[in-house]
T-cell receptor, first 113, second 111 residues
Framework: DAGVTQSPTHLIKTRGQHVTLRCSPISGHKSVSWYQQVLGQGPQFIFQYYEKEERGRGNFPDRFSARQFPNYSSELNVNALLLGDSALYLC????????????FGPGTRLTVL | DAKTTQPPSMDCAEGRAANLPCNHSTISGNEYVYWYRQIHSQGPQYIIHGLKNNETNEMASLIITEDRKSSTLTLPHATLRDTAVYYCIVRASNTGNQFYFGTGTSLTVIP
């Protein structure tokens, strides 16, 4: 069974640009969450989507947005990139919104120059 | 908001049990304790979770104290592949899947 997949694996952008990161959850999982992990720190929660609706949002600026599609895949969009947005972006999926463990993908490494 | 306290680093001899402590003194009655680990630059890997009973699976054991203010993750026979950062996380069952990661414990298994 395929795990959580993310694309692209690596990405280099310049300040001011925008970026779209993609995530495909494990088959049957309806919840997708996004995390940002800056070097040396633990992952920080950005968004949770369940059944195509936003169910949770972390302390991130409005430059960050996301959506979930009918097939439960998800996109994370970041506008007006800053150097500080350089990080590993992780996607996690789970069966439901609340009770079950999350399974993480390998992440997308974003470098902003 | 990290709700857990873990030692920043630990060493363990290969083949010995690795016991990783975690303090969660402000844990509420409906909050679960989860453990994940992260090998360098990979996505976190689920290990185990529990509410108040001790739990065991093929990877590890989780012992939660009776007052639920602390817990210990045990890897019974540590191998070099267990070298990773281990995160102890508490998550309320009524706040969705928002996991609050701290900085974790960097476990090094020594040959």
């Amino acid at each position: 069974d395929a795990g959580v997949t993310q694309s692209p694996t690596h990405l280099i952008k310049t300040r001011g640009q925008h970026v779209t990161l993609r995530c495909s959850p494990i088959s049957g999982h309806k919840s997708v969450s996004w995390y940002q992990q800056v070097l040396g720190q633990g992952p920080q929660f950005i968004f949770q989507y369940y059944e195509k609706e936003e169910r949770g949002r972390g302390n991130f600026p409005d430059r960050f947005s996301a959506r979930q599609f009918p097939n439960y895949s998800s996109e994370l969009n970041v506008n007006a990139l800053l150097l500080g947005d350089s990080a590993l972006y992780l996607c996690a999926s789970s069966w439901d919104r609340v009770y079950n463990e999350q399974f993480f993908g390998p992440g997308t490494r974003l470098t902003v120059l | 908001d990290a709700k857990t306290t873990q030692p920043p680093s630990m060493d363990c001899a290969e083949g010995r049990a690795a016991n990783l402590p975690c303090n969660h003194s402000t844990i509420s009655g409906n909050e679960y304790v989860y453990w994940y680990r992260q090998i360098h630059s990979q996505g976190p890997q689920y290990i185990i979770h529990g509410l108040k009973n001790n739990e065991t699976n093929e990877m590890a054991s989780l012992i939660i104290t009776e007052d639920r203010k602390s817990s210990t993750l045990t890897l019974p026979h540590a191998t070099l592949r267990d070298t990773a950062v281990y995160y102890c996380i508490v998550r309320a069952s009524n706040t969705g899947n928002q996991f609050y990661f701290g900085t974790g414990t960097s476990l090094t298994v020594i040959p």
